[in-house]
């Protein structure tokens, strides 16, 4: 595998792998790699002859300077793993790398980004359009891999794509999740033995909401009670449990096939997020 830490070098190898006719998968990451973004490199490595990852920890997309501190990283780790999936390039930049002093740059999404995550991290969905901008730029993908676990970037992005004409196809991969359902992520090493036996109540509330909801429950009361319950539960801090439009994520009134359950809070320190799709 071929390891960057500047851009200019990198868009040499990219230029000359791409008159060479090889198409070029791209999947951003802040690292601390998991199976949920092994499952993006395989993703990509199954419809390009050549795949990048980057790992860079964004800190414009971080409204909480603690979450930026105490973020996971595991470069050394995250080589081996990537060099064992047989991923081509990786692109680890240093902040300097990636922002000018002086950067300011903003960006608005309308509702899709003042609802939920964005309602809680305010200007996180700016910063991560920001830096995947920036990569595009670097990168100049044929195609794009996000996962569904952030529901709400993937839609980001898919807005960021059409309005900026970036010439990527963009693709979502399905949540790779524990054997006992808890949706893999970076900030699950974070949690103590005892937090990580709570974190699971977020996807059981997931699952539970989406029964009920396709046996007919009132979806305003069957929200409410779940949320009651969550919030119950010792060391949980929930802060959203919503069934939105997959098409716009704005909250539905009545269940729709089209719908998506989304939930997010904090396990102790510990901030994670989840979400379901009803018709899966
Ligand atoms: P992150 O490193 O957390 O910024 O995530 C990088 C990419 O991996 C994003 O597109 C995430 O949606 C995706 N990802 C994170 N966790 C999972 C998971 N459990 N399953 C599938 N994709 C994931």
């Given amino acids: 595998m071929d390891i ?20 070029i998968g791209f999947v951003p990451t802040m690292g601390a790699l998991h199976k949920g973004h092994l499952a993006l ?15 860079f920890v964004n800190p414009t997309q ?17 080589v081996n793993l990537l060099s064992k999936e047989g991923c081509d390039i990786l692109f680890c930049p240093p902040p300097e790398e990636m922002y000018s002093k002086t950067s300011h740059l903003k960006f608005d999404f309308g509702s899709l980004d003042k609802v939920m995550e964005g309602s809680f991290r305010p200007g996180h969905f700016s910063g991560v359009a920001l830096v995947v901008s920036k990569l595009f730029n670097i ?5 794009a891999y996000f996962g569904q676990k952030d529901f709400q970037q993937y839609k980001v992005i898919e ?3 059409e309005e900026l004409k970036f010439n990527v196809t963009l693709r979502s ?3 790779e999740r524990e054997s ?6 970076s900030r699950n090493s974070r949690l103590t033995v005892d937090q990580r036996k709570n974190a699971i109540v977020f996807y059981e509330s997931l699952v539970q909401a989406k029964i009920l909801l396709k046996s007919g429950s009132n979806l305003k009361s069957t929200l409410e009670t779940i949320k009651e319950n969550v919030s119950k539960k010792d060391g949980i801090k929930l802060e959203y449990l919503e069934l939105a439009d ?3 994520l704005m909250p539905l009134e009545n269940v729709s096939p089209k719908a998506i359950l989304l939930i997010a809070g904090y396990v102790g320190e510990v901030r994670l997020i989840d979400n379901l799709l009803l018709a899966e």
């Fill in 4 to 23: 960057f830490k500047e851009i200019l070098p990198l868009k040499a190898l990219l230029g000359s792998l791409r008159s060479n006719s090889n198409s």
């Fill in 41 to 55: 490199i395989e993703a990509s490595q199954r419809e390009n002859s050549k795949t990048i990852c980057s790992i």
């Fill in 62 to 78: 971080f409204n909480n300077a603690e979450d930026l501190a105490k973020y996971p990283r595991t470069l050394e780790k995250d």
């Fill in 139 to 143: 990168v100049n993908p044929d195609r």
């Fill in 159 to 161: 807005k960021l794509i």
């Fill in 173 to 175: 991969v399905p949540i």
């Fill in 180 to 185: 006992d359902g808890l949706a893999m992520s």
């Fill in 246 to 248: 997959t098409a716009n």
